[in-house]
């Protein structure tokens, strides 16, 4: 049983790490939304994605505090990115009809003049691997901005909860992994300008009904207070997911009386929602909608 598990498992890994994403940046996920469509096409879903918002949240490129030059150059580079276009234009590769390109990470050699990039590459479209490849809207600028700084771009893949301090121990020169900006972090890291707008959302099992009515953040927090600890919402380790499910002072928020189950990446969360093993995932909106598209194509 363990090994069909094992083989399921990769194959949605697989499949996620190729499927296409619908929507941008400030977009909501279209995938499985909430709503009282009741369709046959949403009731035959594994799984959905309630379209509500949850929170809301700015990504930005964590820098080495010592390298105040890296900084300014990181920032420069994103205004010049946003400005001409070409970020959009990378944007549209995983979220519209354009074509993602690989991203290849150079060898460790500290007699080279490297970029050392921390990330966490299970965080598709931000980052994920296929083959010996890294793919993804941070790994695709981090790859433009090593070209830009003259540099050999090495992609350091770690744990998420690792990244910021790889950083911060100056084992990598900037962290690229969805990373929303948040106090706790600034420990580690200086954070560029925003690039991007994210938030959560709820993943509930395809033929859930509970949440469909829900049309504001509100609605959907009205009925998870209800809940106690018999119910278990999965998270990314590290991620804002957890945060918003524990409760985090800084972040504002008051947490639910639920048992939050930590993964080391959403897929595997929602690979145990459809298990059975838990109750709802909250992941960010992005990565919510391409997990859920990939697991539903294989229905």
Not at 258 to 271: D, E, K
Request: aromatic share 8%.
């Amino acid at each position: 049983m363990k090994k069909l598990l094992a083989m399921g498992l990769a194959v949605i890994m697989t499949a996620v790490s190729v499927c296409g994403c619908g929507g941008s940046d400030d977009t909501k996920t279209q995938s499985g939304t909430g709503g009282a469509s009741g369709s046959s096409a949403q009731a035959a879903q594994a799984v959905k994605v309630i379209d509500v918002e949850l929170t809301k949240e700015e990504y930005a490129f964590g820098v080495d505090k010592d390298q105040p030059e890296l900084l300014k150059a990181a920032n420069e580079f994103i205004k010049e990115i946003k400005e001409s276009g070409k970020f959009e234009v990378i944007c549209n590769k995983y979220f519209g009809d354009g074509e993602p390109e690989g991203v290849t990470s150079a060898e460790l050699d500290n007699s080279k003049d490297q970029l050392l990039v921390a990330t966490n590459a299970s965080f598709e479209p931000y980052e994920y691997t296929k083959g010996d490849k890294y793919y993804g809207i941070d790994m695709e600028v981090a790859a433009a901005f090593a070209k830009k700084l003259g540099k050999e771009l090495v992609i350091q893949n770690m744990e998420f909860d690792a990244v910021c301090l790889s950083v911060g121990q100056h084992k990598s020169d900037i962290a690229m992994a969805g990373l929303t900006i948040k106090e706790d972090r600034k420990k580690y890291v200086t954070f560029t300008d925003p690039y991007y707008n994210a938030s959560q959302m709820l993943i509930v099992k395809g033929d859930s009904k509970e949440f469909d009515a829900c049309k504001k953040v509100e609605d959907i927090e009205k009925i998870l207070k209800t809940k106690d600890k018999s119910v278990k919402i999965g998270v990314q380790n590290g991620t804002t997911g957890q945060f918003y499910c524990e409760g985090d002072k800084d972040w504002g928020f008051d947490g639910y009386n639920v048992t939050t189950t930590g993964y080391r990446n959403g897929s595997l969360a929602v690979q145990d929602l459809i298990n059975g093993n838990i109750d709802y995932v909250i992941i960010d909106s992005a990565p919510a909608k391409c997990i859920t598209d990939a697991i539903n194509k294989m229905q």
